[in-house]
C-alpha cells in the first residue's frame, strides 16, 4: 500500500504561484509514475499533470500547459506540482496520486491517492 499526503495549497492571487508537494511512504517510491488532479466542487475530477517513475516523462493538460510544471525527487519520496500564472479557474482541491504503471491522464487508473489540498485563486 502507499500513504500519499499533499501540502503547500493555499490562497493566492491571480498571476501568481503555488507549489504544491506530495509525500509518498509504504512503496518504493521511484517505481511509481505519479499524477496530479483536481476537483472544483461540483465538477469531475480533473487530470493535471502526471510523470513517470524515471522523471524522464512528463504530461499535462492542455488548461495548464506551459504554466504548471511537476517535478519529482525519488530520494526524497516526493512530487511536486509548480503553479505559476494562477488563475481563478485554477481554483480546486488537488489531489495526488499514485500509480504502479506509467504516467497517464485518467483518474481511473490511479491506485492510490491522498486527502487533497485546497488552492483557491482569487481575482
Known amino acids: 500500500q502507499v500513504q500519499l499526503v499533499e501540502s503547500g495549497g493555499g490562497l493566492v492571487q491571480a498571476g501568481g504561484s503555488l507549489r504544491l508537494s506530495c509525500a509518498a511512504s509504504?512503496?518504493?517510491?521511484?517505481?511509481?509514475?505519479m499524477g496530479w488532479f483536481r476537483q472544483a466542487p461540483g465538477k469531475e475530477r480533473e487530470f493535471v499533470a502526471a510523470?513517470?517513475?524515471?522523471?524522464?516523462?512528463?504530461i499535462y493538460s492542455d488548461s495548464v500547459k506551459g504554466r504548471f510544471t511537476i517535478s519529482r525527487d525519488n530520494a526524497e519520496n516526493t512530487v511536486a506540482l509548480q503553479m505559476n500564472s494562477l488563475k481563478p479557474e485554477d481554483t480546486a482541491v488537488y489531489y495526488c496520486?499514485?500509480?504502479?504503471?506509467?504516467?497517464?491522464?485518467?483518474?481511473?487508473?490511479?491506485?492510490?491517492w491522498g486527502q487533497g489540498t485546497q488552492v483557491t485563486v482569487s481575482s
Open positions: 496520486a499514485a500509480r504502479g504503471g506509467s504516467a497517464v491522464s485518467s483518474s481511473i487508473l490511479y491506485d492510490y
Open positions: 509504504g512503496r518504493t517510491f521511484s517505481n511509481l509514475a
Open positions: 510523470i513517470n517513475w524515471s522523471g524522464g516523462g512528463t
